[in-house]
């Protein structure tokens, strides 16, 4: 296996599908809100991507089989005037520069393909701080912003600064030279913890923005406990350092 | 050279054979077990392969010549109902992540030109303990995960956590997406040590699971010594911090 | 995207242009100059260069949309006697050693196809000082040498000792391999800073010896409003460490 | 340039002639021994090669003029029962592993289109020692390794331990592949500093060797600089630590 290889596993027929991209990333805020909507929506698992970007491993699963790390495009066919989706989601995203550059090629192919109209790629957005998370918004063109600042997106003006790195940037960018529109929906998070709290925001602003429902509860679930393991975490904070810390909110040094 | 080249030093016809493969890893434990095999079935080289992801160096040998670093593939016509072996062994392992994926490739090549019926990887798991050592598996099929339970090898859920990283773990999951059946064993270890000991526990369950029996006596032995090393060390580190050690197994400084 | 991509926007015809290249750098001295000579020229963008040797990632503009990083290439028409021009400038110089091969021969390929006839590659050249800035030469013919002195241009024996690294070395070297003239001109910098008076003294050098005039007065003012920060860290470097401080303008802590 | 670029500068037919390597490595042993063999020989420059594996730089010589890093054969006619010779010498060897690999690859190719007879690869050693130098020699063939004996080379048995690595290893090892006699002669140095003394002592052996015999006075002017400057680095370390040191030969810190 020199090359990276798509294995279809399902022949199917989408109009117009939303591409939804989650994979792993800061405070894993993409993989939260990508997998709660297989979950929910129950969509399909119709494509594998295997490559010789990701690590060379793989993972062992509960019932003592393993499977190859890999990446996977589900679908959705929507109901009663629900747009179809594509949703990816992975274990990995590449482990070289190059690769980035090349799955992202594949899976704009792919998109192509089924002829999608719009791709929304999550992520999150490490501030280093734990407070409320708003949604951050990039797009590849203009009318998006204001489309998407009418969802409650939050545009700071050159925002993030070191700009967007990785599949769900690439996305965006090489989607847009290839006529694609494309939207990024980043939840502010610290980027020491996975973020429940942050996807779910992001999953509010992603529903209404596709127009699709879905219940939440699992991701408030999650959301719920992790602030009670942050509270834990600030509490000890407080304890230990009592004089020199920066701010209540300010855990910089855990990570 | 440009490309991984497979050298072909005898033309065989094997009758569906198990491949053994035993590379180097934590503890050397697959390497011994592989080599130890080799050893006492006399099997013959039949294959060298050599790689531009291998490190770029030679060996040199005892009588003043060098051989280029390698992996290698013995075969072994079985006798009386034994099964026939394709045994892979190595120098190295890829120096890179896609090398791992490209040689796993050609490996699962070789695989299927013989006609393999079933792939076996050997290999260590890092405990961080010196413990009587346990053999852990890994399958790409539920079947198997029962058979190998028969066997007495044992399963944990999800474990390892991390995964199984380079060929070992490739030649399961990449194999299975190849409709071949295969299981990884691994012998628990310390992961500081070469370790005989772990080698002889998973010598005598491939055994079993294979249906062919070797002599173990020279594990056995190199076990032994290794045994005498390790309780000396145990005896310094008990010696040195008689208060701070967290346990009389525990020998993580050591590494 | 597996490949670098070359994207036209204009088709345009030169006549036997001068290519200026002034990617980013130590000190940003090329990148500087490259971006001055644009503006002030309003030179004409007819060509961007995507490539998977870049990092993987997009920048967030002002008004939140996103550009995929990449090279870009203006051409200026001169007016009166002044020479066509072509220049080169980006975001990111490539993330590997053979992508800066790559991307040179391509940017070779391009000079070669307008029938480009000198090129001239800007950089800087760190010291560790702050001083006033020369500009440095380095050329792929000695007639070359002796042009470039009469302009101003100062050749230290072997220096910089370390050779040229990046596009700015392969467009003078791989370029005489292929018969094209080309000098690369330095400006002397700290290294620590962006550096806009070390880009004012290569200006000033680059428009002499291409014949081509250009108001300054942008980069001066950066120039001054660096120069202030500069006395002002020398300021504060004096006020912390009166007694061990090597020398004025040795700021070598700071970077 | 996105492949390595064999640049021919003369054509000349040789008579099975000898293909001696020096290219950068420990205490440049290897690239003096060659470098005073071209020039002493008046040795003539044939190819030049030209690789994305090469460091993205230019060298800036005395003149001001830039030079592409790059690797070159020369050439030597033999007089009077001397064998031609082909001279490998360069600027660095490749940054990459894989570059090492394709490298050799090249190299073997343009022995083979000359019909090489032997090659000998020169390396240094290193011990961490300040001591007279020894020849340490490792060959493709054990008919080899008693030749070489005879002529003072010193095998240890499995030494170097760590084998030999880059291009001096891999020539003799895919060479012997490609059933090409090869020699690896390694001076041992202390792996400090540039070592023209066991340079020196390599040339020797290597005269001997091929039967041809050059003058190695500005080899014995340099040694004997060199020893001057060892000299003093060693009553420094005396003088600085008189009680801890190890032994007056270890200058294992000064690196």
Same mark, same amino acid.
């Given at each position: 296996m020199k090359k990276t290889f798509v294995r279809r596993l399902k022949d199917l027929s989408l109009e117009s599908p939303i591409l939804v991209e989650g994979l792993p990333g800061v405070g894993h805020v993409g993989?939260?809100?990508?997998?709660?909507?297989?979950?929910?929506?129950?969509?399909?698992?119709?494509?594998?991507?295997?490559?010789?970007?990701?690590?060379p491993q793989v993972l062992v699963q509960s019932d003592g089989t393993v499977r190859q790390v890999r990446n996977e495009i589900y679908?959705?066919?929507?109901?009663?005037?629900?747009?179809?989706?594509?949703?990816? @989601?992975?274990?990995?995203?590449?482990?070289?520069?190059?690769?980035?550059?090349?799955?992202?090629?594949?899976?704009?192919?792919?998109?192509?393909?089924?002829?999608?109209?719009?791709?929304?790629?999550?992520?999150?957005?490490g501030t280093g701080q734990f407070v409320e998370p708003q949604v951050i918004g990039a797009t590849n063109r203009s009318e998006l912003v204001e489309e998407m600042k009418s969802l409650g997106v939050v545009f700071h003006e050159n925002e993030p600064g070191g700009g967007?790195?990785? @599949?769900?940037?690439?996305?965006?960018?090489?989607?847009?030279?290839?006529g694609i529109d494309a939207v990024c929906l980043m939840g502010t998070t610290s980027g020491y913890l996975v973020d429940p709290k942050s996807a779910h925001a992001v999953l509010k602003v992603l529903c209404k923005a596709i127009g699709i429902e879905v219940r939440t509860q699992a991701l408030e679930e999650r959301a719920a406990e992790m602030e009670r393991i942050v509270s834990k975490l600030q509490e000890m904070e407080r304890a230990q350092v009592p004089y020199e810390s920066g701010g209540e909110e300010d855990l910089r040094y855990i990570g």
């Open positions: 993989k939260l809100v990508a997998e709660h909507l297989i979950e929910e929506l129950k969509a399909e698992k119709i494509i594998e991507i295997y490559s010789p970007h990701f690590p679908a959705y066919k929507g109901a009663d005037g629900e747009p179809d989706l594509l949703i990816l @989601v992975g274990d990995y995203q590449s482990a070289t520069n190059e690769g980035h550059y090349e799955l992202t090629g594949i899976f704009l192919d792919i998109a192509e393909e089924f002829g999608v109209r719009r791709i929304y790629t999550l992520g999150g957005y967007i790195i990785g @599949v769900s940037g690439l996305l965006v960018g090489l989607g847009g030279l290839r």
